[in-house]
């Protein structure tokens, strides 16, 4: 590794409390397995990142794999909170899932080393941090699930939505909005903005949710 390649350093600052000090571990090392992966990623570069030595580090998060994992909570509890706070229980159901998806965009697009732990890294590694993102995915699918069931029930449904194809329909919109959001990310210089990802899964989302709702479905032309 040339010294060009190496990540800026943090200046070590001494008597710091530890929840500061760890969270500064946690930043360093969200940016280093972000750039590197989980395997190249060096403890000796998070430290230093950090601004602490690599035995601190190890005394606070025991070791590397302990380090990914808290990387991946941390990350995961952010994203979700942020779509929670934008959905309002009180607004029609299209707003609601209009922030959602608002949110969770621009979440991605602010964070993106955060995006890059729990969507390649995290994934890519098999267990336990596969089932730590497979919990983060879940609880993402249960908050569409609601509001999928609660834009059915508010838009008076013709014909009801079984709840196997309510969540169905909320894992392809959670998978949907994962590689949307991936691929948005990657589009350097594109100058394409959260706003839009969100329009083009909105559009997509909400044209389909609107004609299943009302009783018109698609079906294959008989042979």
Sequence with gaps: ???????????????MPREVRERQMVDAAVEVFARRGYRTASMDEIAELAGASKPLVYLYLNSKEDLFSACIRREAEALIAAVQAAVDPAAPADRRLWNGLRAFFAHTAAHPDGW???HCQARSHGEPFALEVAALR?????????LIADTAQEGGCAVPLPGEEVAGLAHALVGAAESLAGWSNGLTGSGR???????TLMNLAWAGL????NGRRWAPARS
């Design 116 to 118: 890059a732990v729990l």
């Design 210 to 213: 609107g004609n299943l709702t």
């Design 138 to 146: 879940q609880r993402l699918v249960d908050v569409v699930t609601r």
């Design 193 to 199: 903005s959260d706003r839009e990802a969100a329009e």
């Design 1 to 15: 590794m040339t010294t060009r390649d190496r990540l800026k350093p943090k200046p070590r600052i001494k008597r």
